[in-house]
Nanobody, 118 residues
Framework: VQLQASGGGLVQAGGSLRLSCAAS??????MLWFRQAPGREREFVAA???????SYADSVKGRFTISRDNSKNTVSLQMNSLKPEDTAVYYC???????????????WGQGTQVTVSS
């Protein structure tokens, strides 16, 4: 199974970006987004189950929205009101349970850079 992330870029604070991740070769009960800023550990951002249940990190609640299209085997992350502290490489992941622990997941996309300027 492969995951391919896209949609990162450079945006000013307060702006929006939409990330997408396409899975091929299989499906996942849970699809997630993590992020990793320079010098920091990879951290949980958001997750969505196959049936639409969602979970968010406190730092992004109310600003980010995760969604998925099961027919296309894709997951998206709509990021609004972006802040400089959202700057990171964003990774999609797939698995069977929702947990904030990156080591729980074996399947990862290649990462896409999001940079928010102040």
């Amino acid at each position: 199974v492969q995951l391919q992330a896209s949609g990162g870029g450079l945006v000013q604070a307060g702006g929006s970006l939409r990330l997408s991740c396409a899975a091929s070769g299989g499906t996942f009960y849970v699809m997630l987004w993590f992020r990793q800023a320079p010098g920091r550990e990879r951290e949980f951002v958001a997750a969505i189950s196959r049936y639409g249940g969602t979970s968010y990190a406190d730092s992004v609640k109310g600003r980010f929205t995760i969604s998925r299209d099961n027919s296309k085997n894709t997951v998206s992350l709509q990021m609004n009101s972006l802040k400089p502290e959202d700057t990171a490489v964003y990774y999609c992941a797939g698995g069977t349970v929702i947990t904030a622990r990156p080591m729980s997941y074996d399947y990862w996309g290649q990462g896409t850079q999001v940079t928010v300027s102040s």
